[in-house]
């Protein structure tokens, strides 16, 4: 794959007045620091220094400063943040699991300033109704959350007014460019398999529907990642003396004084400052952890604190393969000049290449199809609560080539204090429920695929390799569409083959969440609902490691709401 051309783009950052690579020395204290500068640290930072500018923060981040990085500017070029040499990326390195044929998977998650949201794909995706209320949490219900989702958007996108926001930071919109062809031949096809179109699925109601895509895109083609809406414009503005972000610092460990958090030890990352000495800065008010649902367990470890829990995700990557113009393999295989796009300002830089999304659920004959297990399953959690999808689609306009497979052997790693034990547990439920949703996720896909006027046929390489006398067996590439479209029939060797590939392929969509969940100390709760860790004081998480459940969602959105809320909690208790 020809992502030379995107490793050849010049890279540059400029520091501004406030953003350090090297800490002045005249900084030993502060009144707040955040670990982390990632989507919930950058969103905590801007709303406490709005909230009191006199007040001082300083944000300790891991990777490099991401102001005027192209590739993290310009939406299209996002693959090369999933190329295994980039420095805006962590790839956590998974342990061995005997239930993914011994697969040690890797974990890509965000390694700079604006964390995940400034290296994500930016598809916009918000969780269901009933995702807040299963937590269960006093003061975290819908309800109760939906200030904040509205709070953090300018949406340009349609559907009811009265759940979105129309004055936050982050713009929400179609983007400057979409391959219409297939989205549109997508959305006849998946109507005929019964999803139709909805016209906003990210009403928190909307289900069981397909949707023309919007994105973390302003209107202008520009990524809207947390470190460009929430710090750099404050930085940049000089009304914020008092807000300092120091880049390429990994903090090692939180410091106590009697169970008081103090302050935090950090090393400069030793591969862009390899001489650099640890520091040590203390906090007078507060310490908050905003390292990511991976990288937070790690800090609080290190620190002494506690276990982390084995993450879960849920995830189906839906693919095509399209000429021309209409996907982004011309520009990743280097057939675009993206210097020449960028100078002529293209709209296809304001792109993700991804037009679709959709939130499906099983019917009940297809439910009954699964199992006595998956039926039982289906039954607690998902019958009586039609808001939950079973499965989040996109539709990606490029061949899912290298970055989506990084090699197993290559990783780019951060932790100071040993390699953390990173186990997945994907499909490890002992019912075996989860990987039955995806065999039927896979099976739903193709037969949308199917039923699309493009479709041409399957490539061998992206699918299980069915017997050829089978009825499920694949259709290889030809001129023309199918006509007459049955649901395929699959026999119980088909589905063996089927699941036995998914644990051979499936990968991670990065959406890790819940390593030290918010809930009761009783039921291994780590925070209680005013995000403060059990057993200490001044001591604060603020990301994706605190949902005690799951969301039916992407999970950029989720993680910005949850820092809204994270920082209006830590500005009543500093009474700002
Ligand atoms: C490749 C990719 C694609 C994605 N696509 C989408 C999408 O299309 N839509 C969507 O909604 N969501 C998407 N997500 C998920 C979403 O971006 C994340 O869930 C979300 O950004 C996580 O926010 P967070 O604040 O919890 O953690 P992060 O944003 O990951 O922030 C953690 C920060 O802490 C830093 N850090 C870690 N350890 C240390 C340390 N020891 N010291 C100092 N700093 C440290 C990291 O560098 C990082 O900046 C994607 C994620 C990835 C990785
Ligand atoms: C791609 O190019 C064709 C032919 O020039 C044009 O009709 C079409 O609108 C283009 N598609 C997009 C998504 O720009
Ligand atoms: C997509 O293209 C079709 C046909 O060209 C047009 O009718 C439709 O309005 C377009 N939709 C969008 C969302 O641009
Ligand atoms: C990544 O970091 C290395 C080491 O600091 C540096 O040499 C390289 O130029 C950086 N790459 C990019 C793309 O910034
Ligand atoms: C990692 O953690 C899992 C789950 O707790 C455990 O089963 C496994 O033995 C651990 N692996 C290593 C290498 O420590
Ligand atoms: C398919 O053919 C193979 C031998 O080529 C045979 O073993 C198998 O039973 C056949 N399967 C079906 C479903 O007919
Ligand atoms: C379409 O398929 C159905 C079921 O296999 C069959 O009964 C019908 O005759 C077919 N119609 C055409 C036009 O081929
Ligand atoms: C959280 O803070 C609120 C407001 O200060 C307080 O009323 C509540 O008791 C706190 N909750 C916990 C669990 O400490
Ligand atoms: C680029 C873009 O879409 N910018 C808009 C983001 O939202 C703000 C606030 O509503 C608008 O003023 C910008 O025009």
Known sequence: ?????????????????????????????????????????????????????????????????????PTIVHPVLFLSALIQT?????????????????????????????????????????????????????????????????????????GSKAVHGFDGPVNVSGGTYRANRSESDWIQAAGKVGYPEIEDLASLDANNGVQRALRYIGTDGTRQDVAYKYVHPKIKSGNYPNLHVVVNSQVKRVIFDNKRASGVEYRPNPKVHPDAASRTIRARKLVIVSSGALGTPSVLERSGLGNP???????????????????????????????????????????????????????????????????????????????????????????????????????????SGGKPNITTGFFSDAQGVDIKKHVWAYKKQREI???????????AMLHPPFSPNSSAALVHLNDKPPTNVTDIVYTPEDDKVIEDYLRGHVETTWHSLGTCKMGPREEKGVVDSNLSVYGVEGLKIADLSIPPHNVAANTMNTAVAIAEKAADIFIKELGL
């Open 309 to 415: 829990e084995i993450l879960k995700k849920a995830g189906v990557d839906v693919v095509v393969d399209l000429p021309g113009n209409e996907t982004i393999d011309a520009l990743v295989g280097g057939r675009l000049d993206v210097g020449k796009l960028i100078q002529e300002n293209a709209p296809i830089l304001g792109w993700n290449a991804m037009d679709i999304t959709c939130k499906i659920r099983p019917t009940d004959a297809e439910v009954a199809a699964l199992g006595p297990n998956f039926q039982a399953a289906w039954d607690k959690d998902y019958k009586n609560d039609p808001n939950k999808p079973l499965a989040l689609g996109s539709l990606i306009n490029a061949f899912p080539g290298d970055p989506s497979l990084v090699p197993a052997d290559q990783y780019f790693a951060m932790s």
């Open 1 to 69: 794959m020809g992502v030379a051309l995107l490793l050849g783009l010049q890279y540059w950052w400029y520091c501004g007045v406030d953003i350090y690579e090297t800490l002045p020395d005249a900084i030993q204290e502060v009144d707040v620091i955040i670990a982390g500068g990632g989507t919930a640290g950058c969103v905590v930072a801007g709303r406490l220094a709005e909230a009191d500018p006199g007040l001082s923060i300083l944000v300790i981040e891991g990777g490099p400063n991401n102001l005027d990085v």
């Open 449 to 459: 695929f199917r039923r699309m006027e493009t479709y041409r046929g399957e490539l």
């Open 86 to 158: 980039s420095n805006t990326t962590i790839f956590y390195q998974g342990v061995k699991e005997s239930q993914l044929n011994d697969r040690e998977l890797i974990v890509p998650s965000g390694g700079t300033l604006g964390g995940g949201s400034s290296i994500n794909l930016m598809m916009y995706s918000r969780a269901q109704r009933s995702d807040f209320n299963a937590w269960n949490v006093p003061g975290w219900s819908t309800e109760d959350m939906i200030p904040y989702l509205r709070k953090l958007e300018t949406y340009h996108g349609p």
